[in-house]
C-alpha cells in the first residue's frame, strides 16, 4: 500500500484524486489544504509521497517542498500544478521534486498522468 498525502485547497480536485487512488486498490490518500498543515503533519509522521498543488493558502507548492528539503525530508514530493510554465518545472526539479504534471484541463488525462509519475517516483526509491 502507498501512503499518499495530496495537499490542495480545491475540494473538488481532492475528491476526484482520493477516487482515482481508490480505484486502483493500492493507493491510501490524505488530503490536506495547506503547506503549514503539511509541514506540521510531516514533522510527526511519514508517507511514502507527496502530490502538491503548486497554488496553496500562505505557501505554494514550491515554498513547501524547500521547507521539507531544508529539514532534511527526501520523500518524494510531486508538483502537481496549474500553472504549466517552463520556469516553474526548471524551479520545482532544482528544488528537489521528483515529477512535475501539469492540471491542465484536470480530466482523465492529467490524473493518469499524475498516477503514472506516482507509481514510477515510488518504485524509483
Known amino acids: 500500500m502507498i501512503h ?21 486498490g493500492n493507493i491510501a490518500v490524505q488530503t490536506l489544504g495547506s503547506g503549514a498543515a503539511a509541514l506540521s503533519l510531516l514533522s510527526a509522521s511519514c508517507v511514502d509521497i507527496i502530490v502538491s498543488a ?21 520523500t518524494p514530493f510531486i508538483l ?4 504549466n510554465t517552463d520556469q516553474l518545472k526548471k524551479e520545482a526539479f532544482c528544488n528537489g521534486a521528483n515529477g512535475f504534471v501539469s492540471k491542465n484541463s484536470l480530466g482523465k488525462n492529467a490524473i493518469s498522468q499524475l498516477l503514472r509519475v506516482l507509481y514510477w517516483a515510488t518504485d524509483s526509491q
Request: proline share 4%; charged share 20%; hydrophobic share 35%.
Open 54 to 74: 503548486d497554488t496553496l493558502p500562505g505557501m505554494n507548492g514550491i515554498t513547501l517542498l524547500r521547507s521539507l528539503r531544508r529539514r532534511g525530508n527526501t
Open 4 to 24: 499518499l498525502l495530496y495537499v490542495d485547497n480545491n475540494p473538488e480536485i481532492c475528491t476526484l484524486i482520493v477516487s482515482a487512488c481508490e480505484k486502483t
Open 80 to 83: 502537481f500544478a496549474a500553472n
